[in-house]
């Protein structure tokens, strides 16, 4: 069975096995999540997840388990703590993820694992070997399931993420092979998390990856005490591939190759993931990098831009809403992120809140530069490309075309991106994220997170105190 497999690499994974690469990789991952989710503690949605979780659990904030809520100096239940740092880690649309498995990882799995590394006062390399397995784990299931999953309208992050924090749950809890097997049992009869949510301009997307910490730990404390799940949840007839990836008429289990799927098994990919630099959706990435580009040739002379066209690859070009009406909306927006871009120079949270605050979302505002970014995204067309659009998932591509008036050169200007700033061959220099936490949090005492460097050599309890800020 294909989750028995699974289960035994969970088990059998050890810290030793890891590569310098993948270390380094996973503690720039860390410093990255925590930078996104310590600024991302403080958004509406973070606010109105802590207040709920509160309300519900604030009679049992004296369990003897208890982790911290990252930003918040404050602890709670182990389960609400996973949940509150999902929400946080996702909420700002700036978490790393993986292109060919379409997921979005150190939300889910640093959540996790930070609730039970804390609680439990592991040590640091318990918590990275927790978190390399969840790595591995979700860039397996999510490029096996992937593009069909994606294609029928689920968000991975939510669906496979929930297998995910059952596996970083699973192997920190220290759970044999079949308590392992009947928690990811458990995780798949949970994995949810629908795309509607992430288009319709709701905070659901957020929630996703906070369900998913929640519902993979939840599994696998369940699994530990004896409650058993499903071994066939995932290839079963009324499982996860044939229910939420395929159609049953499409789904010939002889000729889907598990087999080759698990010859992947334990060849860690972490080095693969991105890092984002914008707070958009990863498919707009390139069009933002690449309007930047043409920025840099126009300056300040956007007002003579007659027209833009934005040529790029399908699933991008389906994020073409033209009148967002609130952040969650502007996030999914193609037209607004490049005219953005084209105006402003600067795609970063604090600017965008601040056009925000200018009547970006508004019918009207007195604004300029507010009405130069509505102006020009009126004046935009969205275009699948059918070349750019063969280039997927392999690459991300985007050309966006300006047409200028006659008062000024009276010519197109184009560029062409083919990886978006992040990606493993497009990278983001450790200066450069580091650059990223200290925009996001400009008051935060960054000396707090050298204990990253040497995270092997303590505790995490004591690691988590040092980077809220409780130990001098």
């Known amino acids: 069975m294909f989750l028995q497999n699974i289960s035994k690499f969970i088990s059998n994974y050890r810290y030793e096995q890891a590569t310098v690469e993948s ?8 410093l990255d999540f925590f930078g996104v989710t310590y600024r991302g503690s403080v958004e509406d949605a973070s606010n109105i997840a802590f207040n709920t979780v509160e309300e519900i659990f ?18 709670t239940s182990i389960l609400g703590a996973a949940f509150l740092n999902g929400v946080a880690a996702h909420v700002l649309e700036l978490d790393d993820g993986h292109r060919g498995a379409q997921i979005h990882l150190g939300a889910v799995i640093f959540p996790t694992a930070l609730a039970i590394a804390e609680s439990h006062d592991l040590s640091g390399k318990d918590f990275l070997e927790g978190v390399i397995v969840g790595y591995e784990v979700g860039i397996l299931l999510g490029k096996l399931v992937n593009p069909e999953h994606r294609n029928k309208g689920f968000h991975t992050t939510g669906t496979i993420g929930t297998f995910i924090a059952g ?22 009869t949970q994995a949810a998390g629908l795309l509607e949510s992430d288009h319709g301009g709701s905070m659901g997307k957020a929630l996703h990856a906070g369900k998913a910490s929640y519902n993979g730990l939840l599994s696998a404390l369940l699994a530990r005490n004896g409650f058993t799940g499903s071994e066939t949840i995932f290839e079963g007839d009324e499982g996860f591939l044939k229910t939420m990836v395929y159609d049953n008429t499409d789904f010939d289990q002889d000729n889907f190759s598990f087999e080759n799927a698990l010859k992947e098994v334990g060849k860690v990919r972490v080095r693969d993931i991105y890092f984002k630099k914008y707070p958009f959706c990863r498919h707009l990435h390139s069009s933002i990098d690449t309007a930047l580009k043409l920025k840099a040739s126009i300056g300040d002379e956007y007002d003579h831009i007659e027209n833009v066209a934005v ?11 033209f ?46 530069v507010v009405n130069s970014i509505k102006n020009i995204a009126n004046r935009m067309i969205v275009i699948s490309d059918d070349k750019l659009n063969q280039l997927y998932p392999n690459k991300r591509p985007s050309n966006v075309i300006i047409k200028l008036d006659k008062q000024f050169r009276n010519g197109l200007f184009q560029n062409l991106t083919l990886l978006p700033k992040g990606d493993f061959e497009n990278p983001l220099q450790l200066r450069e994220l580091i650059d990223k936490f200290k925009g996001l949090n400009p008051l935060y005492d960054i000396k707090n997170l050298t204990v990253i460097d040497r995270l092997e050599d303590y505790s995490m309890a004591f690691v988590v105190e040092k980077l809220n800020g409780q130990i001098l």
Do not use: M, W
């Open 23 to 30: 270390i380094t990789t996973v503690k720039a991952a860390f």
């Open 311 to 321: 040529k790029t690859y399908e699933i991008a070009a389906e994020h073409d809403n």
């Open 323 to 368: 009148n967002p009406k609130n952040l969650e909306e502007l996030k999914q927006s193609l037209p607004y992120a490049v005219a953005i871009s084209l105006v402003v120079g600067e795609v970063s949270v604090d600017k965008i809140n601040q056009l925000i605050e200018y009547g970006l979302l508004d019918n009207y505002s007195s604004v300029d």
């Open 167 to 188: 596996a970083v749950a699973s192997k920190l809890l220290k759970l044999d092979e079949k308590q392992i097997l009947n928690a990811l049992g458990l995780c798949g």
């Open 58 to 75: 604030s009679g049992n904030l004296n369990l003897n388990l208890k982790a911290s809520v990252v930003g918040r100096k404050t602890k």
